[in-house]
């Protein structure tokens, strides 16, 4: 597997990635990690399946590095007995997968975690560069696809939005969401975490991800507002960091409402089962998800999920069924929603619970897994 991103950061595709090679090896597969890092993430590295290449920051995003130094070898992917190469990204890591799938004659498999073409923001706000930009990254995107045996999308959301934007050149698409550890986030206690952040008398909504522009944060920040004008006595607590942190929290103390929004900052792994626990509701206000993987383990934790309609979550929740739906940029749809949420019968819970089981590790790693055979067998003469 090839990615852009790789621990200490944590991301969406850092945690797909971690998913799906615990899942693979536990189906009894050998998988390798080759990804970008940081010279003091590869000196510490002690994981003989895991390679690092380095490369400076990138200065929009400085969590992310740019892959400079050269790829795996011929000779290693040969002493590895790599079969098919997984690329989770078409930046630097991501040409050097189709660089050793072509040299190697092995078949290439891309995931399409992010809708780049989204996030142009971070290289420029200038509506006519910010177009051009955007018709430059789907120009690139359709030399990738031509070059894949298969492409794996999050959900069929996405699937559908390839298919019409590149319908000539994608072979075939699998539709395989991350799994998640359904046991691991149904089985916490959520007390300690709800004394350490002093919450034990404040019904808490709770939102996990990363801190970035194209998160949608303000419409959050805003149904704070409306909701504390209301009178109504609502915490929202936000876990992660990112680029548009202090950004954010400038924007909270400029409305005053240090009181109603709080950033919990990084929240380790292990300790994030409990800290959904501790919560009252989710919410995910992001416009910019392909799957969501932090909704489906808030479902796994019974909490009632509010989700803007838009992208990979309105694939998991059925509003009004097994959680809520809002439209995305509308701050008193949001709070309405979370309203919901906070009143949500038992019964809608249960519901969340039932959609999160159906997306185990062990069953997405088997679909994983077969998408793989397929795309082999079809290489075959």
Same mark, same amino acid.
């Given at each position: 597997?090839?990615?852009?991103?790789?621990?200490?950061?944590?991301?969406?595709? =850092?945690?797909?990635?971690?998913?799906?090679?615990?899942? +693979?090896?536990?189906?009894?597969?050998?998988?390798?990690?080759? &990804?970008? !890092?940081?010279?003091?993430?590869?000196? %510490?590295?002690?994981?003989?399946?895991?390679?690092?290449?380095?490369?400076?920051?990138?200065?929009?995003?400085?969590?992310?590095?740019?892959?400079?130094?050269?790829?795996?070898?011929?000779?290693?992917?040969?002493?590895?007995?790599? %079969?098919?190469?997984?690329?989770? !990204?078409?930046?630097?890591?991501?040409?050097?997968?189709?660089?050793?799938?072509?040299?190697?004659?092995?078949?290439?498999?891309?995931?399409?975690?992010?809708?780049?073409?989204? *996030?142009?923001?971070?290289?420029?706000?200038?509506?006519?560069?910010?177009?051009? @930009?955007?018709?430059?990254?789907?120009?690139?995107?359709?030399?990738?696809?031509?070059?894949?045996?298969?492409?794996?999308?999050?959900?069929?959301?996405?699937?559908?939005?390839?298919?019409?934007? %590149? $319908?000539?050149?994608?072979?075939?698409?699998?539709?395989?969401?991350?799994?998640?550890?359904?046991?691991?986030?149904?089985?916490?206690?959520?007390? &300690?975490?709800?004394?350490?952040?002093?919450?034990?008398?404040?019904?808490?909504?709770?939102?996990?991800?990363? =801190?970035?522009?194209?998160?949608?944060?303000?419409?959050?920040?805003?149904?704070?507002?409306?909701?504390?004008?209301?009178? %109504?006595? =609502?915490?929202?607590? @936000? &876990?992660?960091?990112?680029?548009?942190?202090?950004?954010?929290? #400038?924007?909270?103390?400029?409305?005053?409402?240090?009181?109603?929004?709080?950033?919990?900052?990084?929240?380790?792994?292990?300790?994030? $089962?409990?800290?959904?626990? #501790?919560?009252?509701?989710?919410?995910?206000?992001?416009?910019?998800?392909?799957?969501?993987?932090? +909704?489906?383990?808030?479902?796994?934790?019974? +909490?009632?999920?509010?989700?803007?309609?838009?992208?990979?979550?309105?694939?998991?929740?059925?509003?009004?069924?097994?959680?809520?739906?809002?439209?995305?940029?509308?701050?008193?749809?949001?709070?309405?929603?979370?309203?919901?949420?906070?009143?949500? $019968?038992?019964?809608?819970?249960?519901?969340?619970?039932?959609? *999160?089981?159906?997306?185990? =590790?062990?069953?997405?790693?088997?679909?994983?897994?077969?998408?793989?055979?397929?795309?082999?067998? #079809?290489?075959?003469?």
């Amino acid at each position: 597997m090839f990615t852009e991103t790789w621990l200490p950061t944590r991301d969406g595709v =850092v945690t797909s990635l971690l998913t799906f090679r615990k899942g +693979l090896e536990a189906l009894g597969h050998e998988v390798f990690i080759f &990804a970008a !890092g940081s010279p003091e993430t590869r000196e %510490e590295n002690t994981d003989d399946r895991i390679y690092i290449y380095t490369g400076p920051k990138w200065e929009p995003y400085p969590d992310y590095r740019i892959a400079l130094q050269p790829g795996p070898t011929r000779k290693r992917l040969g002493q590895l007995g790599v %079969e098919l190469i997984h690329s989770h !990204g078409t930046a630097f890591m991501g040409i050097k997968a189709v660089r050793c799938a072509r040299f190697q004659d092995l078949p290439l498999v891309l995931t399409f975690h992010t809708r780049v073409e989204d *996030a142009t923001g971070y290289v420029t706000q200038h509506p006519a560069r910010e177009a051009a @930009l955007k018709s430059l990254i789907w120009s690139w995107h359709r030399w990738y696809f031509n070059r894949c045996d298969g492409i794996v999308t999050p959900t069929r959301t996405v699937q559908r939005d390839l298919l019409r934007e %590149e $319908p000539d050149v994608i072979r075939r698409v699998f539709v395989v969401p991350t799994g998640i550890d359904v046991e691991r986030f149904a089985r916490a206690d959520g007390k &300690a975490m709800r004394e350490r952040f002093g919450l034990d008398h404040t019904r808490m909504v709770l939102s996990v991800g990363r =801190v970035a522009w194209e998160k949608n944060v303000e419409t959050l920040i805003e149904a704070a507002e409306i909701l504390k004008k209301r009178g %109504e006595d =609502v915490i929202f607590a @936000l &876990a992660g960091r990112g680029p548009a942190l202090e950004h954010f929290q #400038a924007e909270v103390k400029h409305r005053r409402l240090e009181d109603r929004v709080r950033f919990l900052g990084f929240v380790p792994d292990d300790d994030l $089962p409990s800290l959904y626990h #501790a919560a009252d509701a989710f919410l995910m206000t992001s416009t910019f998800e392909t799957q969501g993987i932090a +909704l489906l383990e808030a479902m796994a934790a019974g +909490l009632p999920v509010a989700t803007a309609d838009s992208g990979g979550p309105t694939e998991f929740v059925r509003h009004g069924d097994n959680g809520f739906m809002f439209e995305g940029r509308n701050p008193a749809h949001c709070a309405q929603a979370v309203l919901d949420s906070l009143n949500a $019968p038992t019964q809608l819970r249960a519901r969340g619970r039932e959609t *999160a089981k159906l997306y185990t =590790v062990e069953n997405q790693s088997r679909a994983l897994a077969s998408a793989y055979e397929q795309v082999i067998s #079809a290489r075959l003469p």
